[in-house]
């Protein structure tokens, strides 16, 4: 039995009667919850705590406070005085120590506060965005990363981190694509299972890391035109096939808490939705956690025209399955004592609400140990092996997606001088991402920075900006707590260009780095289009017409449309963290070789979205050319699609079975030679096509893939399992889980354009 599994034997039952005082258990220390004994007895720790709590502290246990000052609302001191359950937002190991100190020596029960911040990839060594680490294809790595990123935020005093995210999305207008795993389920829900490893660690107490909140659930990334925030409208097969798995292998890998999405799912907010958040998630998804809204969600409940005041909003939220508000400013579920009184909740269900937060705070250790060490604390950030990880993850999750006459690595020999083009080269700040605060005072480089430090040779590195980046002025609610980083742009004139040009000119290189600014991507950062913002492409045009060579580095977290004339090279490098200078450096040079491949699809411009590979067959299966009239419906670069240095071919896929019966599982292998010059990475993708069935299939969808680093000749067989859960799918006509008699097509290669090679049937 799984540790997710032992940690449901909490049978709430308990819960669920009334609150009678029990036997006194003895305060044994509490920190791991693996065997049923351990399991006993929180139970009882929790029942004899909450039989002592008024309807107030109840109520208080189930909100999050964000760190913010807002008019009428009670400040955190008030908060802390009072009990209340969380507060987010705050990372300063002496506030922490400070607030949890007044909630402890002030509160009637004592019971401590849970902090929780956002902590997407890194709190002050910062990794690749959460899309860019996808792109590596390497959940090993994924793990390790957020394993760092857990060791820092739980130093400091956080003990719940609101991520992973999990939102599968086919909409690079919308800006969180960047938060999360990308358009395909298979893969985000191995990445899920990294992330949530990686942040809370074999099991949720282990010391030194976190809980994991997945979000947000569910649909997000399907919003109406790409803006975000609008409602969601997904088809029944849709959810299960596509936007559910990844949060089904989060909570498998334990994850402790989901946080409940912001939009109206098929016309229900998510965070007042009783059939996502029960039937779906606990009931079919087996979520034994606590379910947190997302920021004002609750209030939103009458934003959205579904509840009809406050009060309404609370009850149908704590109704509906949310069990933690998250807050800025006023609380709505301070509503929910007046509404137990006037019989509108149950007590049974806010015992429960609060039954699982106390139980996080005791299985984090927290009764046992409120305050963090805040020497160590500080001493634990940012390691020199924290940061060299931050390295290789940046390496890792590079895609090399053009190289023309092998271009790239550059010859350290041949080249004197680098010129560094672009408003996003010279940048500190854009590198790490949107989901980084100053507070932190996060490691950052520029990558012209990096490129000095680490070049050597004496190759002179020089830098001119060409252009500004337009930066948003209204701000998302992430910026105005980093005001210090956003500015409006001022106008460009052609003079910053031909500066820019004749640097080129003068340089062996020019490494133009073009993208988006963090701040017009991630919350609040859609996109109508996907040109690149400003004047980047006429910098573009203008640094092409010297002649002289061109590696376009790509810093972003969107596909975009590159016009004209393409550069010879380019590397996908997303917002790289803390140390995506020294990796590009090592990259150029071929100290490191990509290896990543694209998580989504890249389309030829916002038209052709949604576009994603694992799509139906049309009417006109072979008229992909003349879908558009104006325009191929294939997309500039497949989903899976990376090159490398070097170069890999593949031999037949074989099978060791030609015919299975439903359930069964056969193995199927494909030898990969590293047929080019030099060692490298390739990723080994395998694709299944169900021919016929109860129910249309998609073309082809991934259903394993593994990376692997083959040296210079090197042949290696690649085998995979294929298992029932990779052949069933949800049947939105049977509402069920299916597994069709039919043959299936196998492609085993380096992206999804490999061709099919084998088949095997599936009969009863
Ligand atoms: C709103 C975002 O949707 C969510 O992802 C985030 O965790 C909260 N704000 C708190 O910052």
Known sequence: MGVGKRASLLAISWLLAASAVTPAVADAPLEEVTTARAQRQLDARIRRLLAQMTPEEKAAQLLTAAGMNIANAPDHDTRARSGVGSIFFVSKPAEINRLQKLALDNSRLKIPILFGYDVLHGLKTVFPVPIGLAASWDPELIEQTQAAAAGEARGVGIGWVFGPMLDVTRDPRWGRIVEGPGEDPYLASAIARAQVRGLQGPQLGTPGRVVAGAKHFAGYGAGSGGRDYDEANVSDAELWNVYLPPFRAAI????????????????????????????????????????????????????????????????????AGTDMEMATGLSNFQELPASLSAGRISGKRLNEAVARVLAVKFRLGLFDHPYVDEKAASDGLASRESLDLAVRAAERSAVLLRNENGLLPLDRTKIHSIAVIGPLGGSTRDPAGPWVFA??????????????????????????????????????????????????????????????????????????????GQNMIGEMGSRSSLDLPGRQQDLLDSVLATGKPVVVVLMNGRPLTLRGNLPPAILELWYPGSQG???????LFGDAVPGGKLPYTWPRSAGQIPTFYAHLTTHDPKGSERRYWDDPSSPVYPFGFGLSYTTFSYKAVQLDHSTIRPGASL????????????????????????????????????????RIHLDAGETRTVSFEISPEQLRYWNAAARDWMIDNSTFDVAIGTDSMAPFSASFNVER
Do not use: C
Request: net charge neutral; no cysteine; hydrophobic share 40%.
């Open 252 to 319: 498998d890998a334990g994850a402790g808490n989901v946080m409940a999405a912001y939009m109206p799912l098929n016309g229900i907010p998510a965070a007042g939705n009783h059939w996502l958040l029960n039937d779906v998630l606990r009931g079919q998804l087996g979520f034994k956690g606590w379910v947190v809204s997302d920021n004002q969600a609750v209030r939103n409940l009458l934003t959205h025209g579904f509840a009809r005041d406050r009060s309404d909003a609370a009850e149908r939220a704590l109704n």
């Open 439 to 516: 507070e932190n005072e996060p490691v950052l480089q520029s990558l012209a920075d990096g490129l000095r430090q680490n070049v050597a040779n004496g190759i002179e590195v020089s830098y001119a900006p060409g252009v500004t980046m337009p930066r948003r002025l209204i701000g998302s609610p992430i910026e105005m707590m980093d005001r210090q980083y956003s500015r409006p742009a001022p106008a460009d004139d052609d003079s910053g260009i031909a500066q820019a040009t004749a640097l080129a000119r003068s340089s062996d290189v020019a490494i133009l780095v073009l993208g988006e």
């Open 581 to 587: 200078g020294t990796a590009l450096s090592r990259l």
């Open 667 to 706: 193995t199927t292998s494909v030898q990969v030679t590293n047929s080019g010059p030099r060692a490298g990475d390739e990723v080994v993708q395998l694709y299944l096509h169900q021919r016929s069935g109860s129910s249309a299939r998609p073309v082809r969808e991934l259903k394993g893939f593994r």
